[in-house]
């Protein structure tokens, strides 16, 4: 009786699992997309990326997604279509058998906005990829300006990853994503300046004085040291007391005294 029992069980787990899905395949083919849902979860932080502007990308010029059949609907070219937009990092398309087209669509986060001698401008995400300048959208990020060295297959292939770890355009980067991370730097520095001599500059938002970080060595030691100065100097003589602080050499801190 129980082997009898076990028998039915598995052709009825069988039978389920055949005829289910062509169930559901089939009525996927007849149920015409009737609503698109679209899930921006960052949109708070990043507003590169309108919902109008996803619907723009989908609906392709002779053909309109709101109607078509839901179970036509090639959710893997929608999300290639949708990944080669530079400010999407992450795209994920699925429909429903109610009708609706889902799209979750992430935004990339600028760590730092480059504005090179060209008069270009463009972001940089904590992962290296290129976003275009917007209109649309400012952020309040780090700022890096001067002679920053851009090779061209940077925005060829809107990344930084395969330039040399040299370049002082990675080395932006890098110092972007250390400050960006650090909640008194990210308050603190406002501006990166590449001077002539490929020397690194900061411009702080309180105090008026320049921060001569040099190269871009140790420049984790550097922080160190300024931040050290802001806590036992700085808060005890004035956060205007001095033109310049000169990170560059090792061992000490120079401060050039503002006259008055």
Known sequence: MKRILKI???????????????FIVDRLEKTPCNSIGISMPDSLTSRFVTKEDILTIINKRDEQILGYPIGRLNTREIETRLALHPALKKVEVYKTIGGQLHIEAIQRVPVVRIMNSNGRSYYLDAEGA??????KFTPRVLVASGYINEPAEVMRELTIKNIDADNNLK?????????????FWQAQIEQI????????????????HRIILGSFEDYRVKFRKLYALYEKGLNKVGWNRYETINLKFDGQIVCTKRTY
């Open 8 to 22: 039915c069980v598995w052709i009825f787990i069988i039978t389920y699992l055949v005829l289910v899905p062509g």
């Open 130 to 135: 290129v976003v275009p300048f917007s209109m």
């Open 171 to 183: 080395q932006i980067h890098e110092l972007g994503c250390f400050i960006s991370s650090h909640e």
């Open 193 to 208: 300046y590449v001077n002539k001599k490929g020397e690194f500059e900061l411009v702080p938002r309180v105090g008026a």
